[in-house]
């Protein structure tokens, strides 16, 4: 159970190599989830819609730029004891432009996909990563304890139309 008020706004994006089946993940060097393996992305910022928040932050934390972005999920984050949600919305692209490099937020790396490193990765990951695998379409809600170690509480909808990826996230998905 969670009871949240309000939500933050962020995004996270996924580069492919589907040729040769890898994944591109940055540890992340500091801020918040420091030390975990992950995807790039971050807040949206005013002005700007989530899908431009998401390139920027691409081009921000790995020096690469997205060209041909899909939404593929939107998940909810909520923790014990703190009342703001963090609602995440999810990208993936297959083709960029530039190299990945590493900057002051992130360190990237490509994983092949059969060796993803979810121990070291948020919980949830292992999850939805697998279904953004096999291009199938999300919606989450994973609720964690305080010290954001572990998942008390999932709920998972799949083969979401497109169409309501758009959405920002009801809180009425939220039990
Ligand atoms: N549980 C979980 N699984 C997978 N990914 C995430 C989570 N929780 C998360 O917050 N995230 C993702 C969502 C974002 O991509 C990052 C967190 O972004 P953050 O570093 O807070 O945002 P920035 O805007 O880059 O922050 P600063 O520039 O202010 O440091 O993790």
């Known amino acids: 159970m969670s009871f949240i008020t ?39 910022e005013a002005g700007e819609t989530i899908e431009e928040g998401a390139r920027r932050e691409l081009l921000e934390e790995a ?41 002051e937020e992130m360190k990237p790396e490509w994983y092949s996909y059969s060796d993803i490193p979810y121990s070291q990765m948020w919980a949830d990951d292992k999850v939805w990563i697998p279904l953004l695998l096999n291009n199938t379409r999300f919606m989450g809600h994973y609720h964690f304890s305080q010290d954001q170690a572990t998942v008390l509480y999932e709920k ?5 139309h497109d169409d309501d990826l758009l959405e920002r996230f009801s809180f009425e998905q939220i039990m």
């Open 63 to 103: 020096e690469i730029e997205a060209i041909d972005m899909t939404k593929v999920g939107v998940n909810m984050f909520t923790f014990e004891n703190d009342p703001v949600g963090l609602e995440v919305h999810i990208y993936v692209t297959k083709e960029f432009k530039g190299t990945p490099t590493e900057t």
């Open 6 to 44: 309000s939500s933050k706004l962020l995004t996270l994006i996924l580069v492919l190599n589907e040729k040769e089946q890898k994944i591109l993940l940055g540890m992340k060097k500091r801020g918040f989830g420091v030390g975990k393996i992950n995807g790039f992305g971050g807040k949206v």
């Open 156 to 160: 998972l909808n799949v083969n979401i």
